[in-house]
């Protein structure tokens, strides 16, 4: 079993810049491929970022490519996402999750964090 727990959402204004993470408890979070998503209200849930097993392998959306980084640390079973040059339209919950494949689709993806709130304001 693998607990995520997320942190470092908040409020920030357009051009700022946030680091939400998600920490793991249960199995080694090396274990698993990560994926950063987030859901917008009345919108549906997108695919962020992922990074595989060993971090050296990374894939965004073209909303956020070049803005967002997405990194792991194994040894302290945390995954970081950097969110440079914010925009209004990046106002979201962003969930961490984990899972056995890379993929876009969250339904590849078998655990889930509760989600912290990112809001930019204009």
């Known amino acids: 079993q693998v607990q995520l727990v997320e942190s470092g959402g908040g409020l920030v204004q357009a051009g700022g810049s946030l680091r939400p993470f998600c920490a793991r408890s249960?199995?080694?979070?090396?274990?698993?491929?990560m994926g950063w998503f987030r859901q917008a209200p009345g919108e549906e849930r997108e695919l962020v970022a992922h990074?595989?097993?060993?971090?050296?392998?990374?894939y965004y959306a073209v909303s956020v490519k070049g803005r967002f980084t997405i990194s792991r640390d194994n040894a302290n079973n945390t995954v970081y996402l950097q969110m440079n040059s914010l925009k209004p339209e990046d106002t979201a919950v962003y969930y961490c999750?984990?899972?056995?494949?890379?993929?876009?689709?969250?339904?590849?993806?078998?655990?889930w964090g509760q989600g912290t709130q990112v809001t930019v304001s204009s």
């Open positions: 249960g199995r080694l979070l090396g274990t698993y491929v």
């Open positions: 999750a984990a899972g056995r494949i890379a993929s876009m689709s969250g339904s590849e993806y078998e655990y």
């Open positions: 990074i595989s097993r060993s971090g050296s392998s990374t």
